[in-house]
């Protein structure tokens, strides 16, 4: 099995800030990476797929870069919104997800 | 609207059956997979089963091969999973979720773009 391990657990900052969360996986991936956010009590919601590649609806504030083993999301401008957790998810060879990073308010 | 609407939740007692669903509107159903997801504090986001209605193709992760039921009613646009014997390590959130991709003999690629609300399923005695 694939594993992938996100970092950090949890993130404090503030409006306006740029954050990045990393996530790594056990063995290359390609670009079979996804980024997802969750607020309390909703469904995940996919904001970037392939890696960098935004979903419909992402705002372009969120950007995914990395291949191979090593993934990064950054938000370039940190929003009120934006306070929730944030899983990465490997689709290379079924499905393993990162541990989330919660991303609250500093 | 393209939505994945889950059953409520449940709270049963070790060893009783359940049936959870999921049911889809805005999309044409049997033609993408169909998936499951728990959720625990301690063990995070795992598949768990993904289903493909159109012909019934299914896969389980070994994890949870043995331990679930996946199946779907194309004619309703539901999806389910379904336990026999719930043990209070079931207990979780499940979420079911459609993938953007395909599944060929020996594995399955493909991101979720869309998922259900969550079930909450509490085993307790």
């Known amino acids: 099995d694939i594993q992938m391990t996100q970092s950090p657990s949890t993130l404090s900052a503030s409006v306006g800030d740029r954050v990045t969360i990393t996530c790594r996986a056990s063995q290359t991936i390609s670009d079979w990476l996804a980024w997802y956010q969750q607020k309390p009590g909703k469904a995940p919601k996919v904001l970037i797929y392939?890696?960098?590649k935004l979903e419909s609806g992402t705002p372009p504030r969120f950007s995914g870069s990395g291949s191979g083993t090593e993934f990064m999301l950054t938000i370039s401008s940190l929003q009120p919104d934006d306070f929730a957790t944030y899983y990465c998810q490997q689709y290379s060879s079924f499905w393993t997800f990162g541990q989330g990073t919660t991303v609250d308010i500093k | 609207e393209v939505q994945l609407v889950q059953s409520g939740a449940e709270v049963k007692k070790p060893g009783e059956s359940l049936r959870i669903s999921c049911s889809a509107s805005?999309?044409?159903?049997?033609?993408?997979?169909i998936g499951w997801i728990r959720h625990t504090p301690g063990k995070g986001l795992e598949w768990m089963a993904i289903m493909y209605p159109d012909d019934s193709d299914i896969r389980y992760s070994p994890s949870f091969q043995g331990q679930v039921t996946i199946s779907a009613d194309n004619a309703n646009s539901t999806a389910y999973l379904q336990w026999t014997n719930l043990k209070t390590s079931d207990t979780a959130m499940y979420y079911c979720?459609?993938?953007?991709?395909?599944?060929?003999?020996?594995?399955?690629?493909?991101?979720?773009?869309?998922w259900g609300r969550g079930t909450l399923v509490t085993v307790s005695s």
């Open positions: 392939k890696a960098s």
């Open positions: 979720a459609r993938s953007m991709g395909y599944c060929g003999v020996d594995n399955c690629v493909g991101y979720f773009d869309l």
């Open positions: 805005g999309f044409t159903f049997p033609k993408y997979w």
